[in-house]
């Protein structure tokens, strides 16, 4: 991680730290609790996971049950991961940008990455909550660029407008909907799949082709309505 980008990303982690997201990560998810510096912290753990302990060790320590990955066809991480030894030198990464629903249960990192031989790419992470509050990673993916992503100057973030009165999933009986952390695991990862936070302001879905190339769309609310913020095509060479 280069300096400025890792001032950028402890500034954040500061305001993780000392936000009342983190200080109650048990809380259930509700109207406003979005927490971006919480991706931007997940991601900076996940990287110094990756450089201490190894780089798939950190894959699996932080994927969620169902977790995606693409190799290049759609795979469940478990099983794609498991003993699966590490590269002698990680891949190193950091975000740009990051997407969360009004309810914080679900959020999308993007940014790039560097592989120890040079090669430069870009990295979509989409992360869900689980029943402890911490984030997990649920779909991983990401293509080899020709031209390193432009760097910005400061990490953007977007929250979804939250649902107005009577809307948010569960409010007739008075409680959020907890069907979304109930659900069974997946037992295969199709080549078609998708996603939801809790209280349906952000959702993603990704397609994968014959050949493997494939594409991933996220949707965020704003304005009253779900508005396509992310649209990403992977050719099938990249793919491989």
Known sequence: MKPAALGLALLALAGVLASPALA???RRPGPG???PSAL???????????????????FRKTSDESA???????ILAKSWLGGRSD?????????????????GSLGVTR????????????????WQQDKKGEYRWVLDQGAPLA?????????SASVADCPGRGQWPGASRGKPEEEGRDRAPLKAAGMDGSGTSEDGT?????????DFARTLTVSLRKDGEMKPVLSLKVSAEDAR
């Open 33 to 35: 609790t979005a927490n």
């Open 87 to 103: 590269p002698a030198q990680p891949l190193q990464w950091e975000p740009y940008e990051v997407w969360m629903s009004c309810d």
């Open 40 to 58: 931007v912290a997940a991601e900076i753990a996940f990287n110094r996971l990756a450089r201490d302990k190894g780089q798939w060790t950190a």
């Open 24 to 26: 109650e990560p048990r």
């Open 68 to 74: 995606i990955m693409f190799v290049p066809e759609p």
């Open 111 to 126: 940014g790039a990455y560097e592989a120890p031989g040079g090669t430069t790419g870009y990295f979509t992470t989409i």
């Open 147 to 155: 031209k390193p992503l432009d760097k910005p100057f400061m990490l």
């Open 202 to 210: 952000l959702t993603w879905a990704y397609h994968v082709e014959p």
